[in-house]
């Protein structure tokens, strides 16, 4: 059977005649669909990590536990970032899941803001210096790992 890739009926070896779906429009994201499946796997990752987040919250507490998550969702992003970047094995869906919803919702700046404005001087400063220093450490810790694990896989 001859492919259209314009969408033209071909006719298959029996002469019958067949319509052809273009190819470029089974790829299309910008399909209704496809947004609607970004959307709601972006919220479903939002609430997997708003809900770790709060239970970091319940079991360490203050400027601790927005420092625990800040740090390490820091790091997961470097992970989830290069290892698309270095190794382009991520889909696009999952990058949203992890990357937009669960990452974005485990990490919070809002918290963070609020929580330090709270602090005594010593302390704000502190945080400030810790979350941000350590914030720009587990992104390049987590390239760094993607690196070593390319550099291993790819030997």
């Not at 010593?122 to 914030?135: E, K, M, R, S």
């Amino acid at each position: 059977m001859s492919r259209c890739v314009d969408g033209r009926p071909s006719e298959d070896s029996a002469g019958r005649v067949r319509h052809q779906v273009p190819e470029e429009d089974m790829s299309n994201t910008d399909h209704a669909l496809h947004r609607v499946e970004t959307y709601v796997l972006v919220a479903v990752g939002g609430f997997a990590g708003s809900n770790l987040r709060y239970l970091v919250d319940l079991l360490v507490g203050g400027i601790a536990a927005t420092l625990l998550v800040n740090v390490a969702g820091s790091f997961a992003l470097g992970v989830v970032l290069y290892g698309v970047r270095r190794l382009g094995r991520l889909a696009p869906g999952t990058r949203a899941v992890v990357a937009t919803g669960f990452l974005s919702s485990l990490t919070t700046y809002s918290t963070f803001a609020l929580r330090t404005v709270q602090s005594p001087p010593a302390v704000l400063v502190g945080n400030v210096l810790a979350n941000y220093a350590l914030g720009f450490a587990g992104v390049l810790a987590g390239r760094a790992l993607v690196s070593a694990l390319d550099r291993r896989w790819n030997r």
